[in-house]
């Protein structure tokens, strides 16, 4: 059975601060998502990585992809308060249905 | 162009009831997968349906079961409710099941005293 662990579950830091989400899964894939999901709503698409060394990079966030390894980062630059949010990675098992294993979820504060 | 829609938004029930929630893909999206979420825990995958066909199913009891209609639009049942259903309930859509991307809805909170 896939195994999906973030680490850590919860980050508190500091504006201005750089940081990195760990995600490792337990089988192979070479599809892993990254999303965000604010209290009270739904998951909002960050990253889509569909192969092994993907880099993606959208404003202060960062994802990679190492399916060697089974391990994906978020890396975040220089935290602003906005990017306070719960961050989920999830791995997609593919068999014949696009099936998506979520991790427990980092829950990260940026404090002013 | 409308995202995926959910209903209702709040849903509160007793235990031994059923629920039917429903979902409304992007359009031009042909497969649809239901996630139950539980407060503090990530999503876990129910169902995912293509072309009216059940395309996978995750570790859920029988209680649960969905249907997809000719518009692509799709139905979650869940039978004798127990208050460990109480969770968010999350559709996605997609082109295809193999589609690279899946496109979560606002979800369905749902609520069983």
């Known amino acids: 059975e896939l195994k999906v662990e973030q680490n850590p579950l919860f980050l508190s830091m500091q504006e201005g601060k750089n940081y990195t989400i760990y995600c490792n899964y337990s089988?192979?894939?070479?599809?892993l998502y990254w999303y965000r999901q604010d209290p009270g709503k739904s998951l909002e698409s960050l990253f889509v990585?569909?192969?092994?060394?993907a880099v993606k990079q959208e404003g202060r966030l960062m994802a990679s992809l190492d399916t060697k390894a089974r391990l994906s980062t978020l890396h975040i630059t220089a935290a602003v308060h906005d990017l306070s949010a719960t961050y989920f990675c999830?791995?997609?098992?593919?068999?014949?249905?696009?099936?998506?294993?979520f991790g427990q979820g980092t829950r990260l504060t940026i404090n002013p | 162009d409308a995202g995926v829609t959910q209903s209702p938004t709040h849903l509160i029930k007793t235990r031994g009831q059923h629920v039917t929630l429903r979902c409304s893909p992007i359009?031009?999206?042909?497969?649809v997968s239901w996630y139950q979420q539980v407060l503090g825990q990530g999503p876990q995958f129910i169902f995912q349906?293509?072309?009216?066909?059940?395309?996978g199913r995750g570790n859920f009891p029988d209680r649960f079961s969905a249907r997809q209609f000719p518009n692509y639009s799709s139905e979650l049942n869940v039978n004798a409710l127990l208050l460990g259903d109480s969770a968010l309930y999350l559709c996605?859509?997609?082109?295809?099941?193999?589609?690279?991307?899946?496109?979560f809805g606002p979800g369905t909170r749902l609520t069983v005293t």
């Open positions: 999830a791995v997609d098992i593919n068999q014949g249905a696009q099936k998506l294993v």
């Open positions: 089988t192979t894939s070479d599809r």
């Open positions: 990585l569909l192969s092994n060394g």
């Open positions: 359009s031009g999206h042909k497969s």
């Open positions: 349906y293509y072309e009216k066909e059940e395309r």
């Open positions: 996605a859509s997609n082109v295809t099941p193999l589609g690279n991307e899946q496109y």
